[in-house]
């Protein structure tokens, strides 16, 4: 079967720096996405990895490692408004993407 | 104005129902989904359409069936409504086939008596 894992939930404070891990294990690999989802709203994109490596983008970083299964995204120098879920999505084989439950991050001051 | 919109926001209603869901978007997106989100559970896709006459099943179908208008339009019905698909609801869009960015409607709070 298809599965992906990320923490139920992580806290942090705030000014600090915080990393969310995927592992994922999936019939074929076309990408992987993150996704922030605050409370009862709408998820919006945040990153695409489809090669090894980091990818960069102002406070946000994401990861990934094709051969272990393995993303995480790196947010830096936390602010209040970053409290949300944080989700893992990976496009298999047939381009479909299958998500992760995500990860419900708490940054306190 | 938003590009993918849902209508109701919020609707109660009770056992035996029957209620549509409504989206439109205005992305000139080919390809159009329906999730529902539980706590815990995470998105899970209930039908998607790849274009006015392509429409398939997702993982969790049963209960639900689907509209597909025109290319900006896609409802979900639930014909006789059950507590347990009480749920978010989200609509999303994608343009391409192998970049599958998913653009999501601001959700519909579904509540079933």
């Known amino acids: 079967g298809q599965n992906i894992d990320q923490p139920t939930e992580m806290t942090a404070t705030e000014g600090a720096i915080v990393q969310i891990n995927c592992t994922y294990q999936t019939s074929g690999f076309n990408g992987l996405f993150w996704y922030q989802q605050h409370a009862g709203e709408a998820p919006t994109f945040l990153s695409y990895n489809v090669l090894d490596g980091l990818e960069e983008k102002g406070r946000f970083s994401s990861f990934l490692s094709r051969s272990k299964g393995y993303s995480y995204l790196l947010l830096k120098e936390l602010q209040m408004k970053d409290s949300a879920s944080y989700l893992c999505?990976?496009?298999?084989?047939?381009?479909?993407?299958?998500w992760g439950a995500g990860t419900k991050l708490i940054i306190k001051p | 104005d938003a590009d993918v919109t849902q209508t109701p926001r919020n609707r109660i209603t009770k056992t035996g129902k029957r209620i549509m869901l409504e989206c439109s978007q205005t992305?000139?997106?080919?390809?159009m989904y329906w999730y529902r989100q539980d706590p815990g559970l995470g998105l899970r896709l209930i039908y998607y359409?790849?274009?006015?006459?392509?429409?398939n099943k997702g993982e969790i179908s049963d209960g639900y069936s689907v509209s597909r208008q025109a290319q900006a339009k896609f409802s979900l019905s639930l014909e006789s409504a059950i507590p347990n698909q009480t749920a978010l609801y989200f609509c999303?869009?994608?343009?391409?086939?192998?970049?599958?960015?998913?653009?999501f409607g601001p959700g519909t709070r579904l509540t079933v008596l």
């Open positions: 999303a869009t994608s343009a391409t086939a192998d970049y599958n960015e998913q653009f």
């Open positions: 359409s790849f274009d006015v006459k392509d429409i």
């Open positions: 992305k000139g997106h080919d390809r």
């Open positions: 999505a990976v496009m298999d084989s047939n381009y479909q993407l299958i």
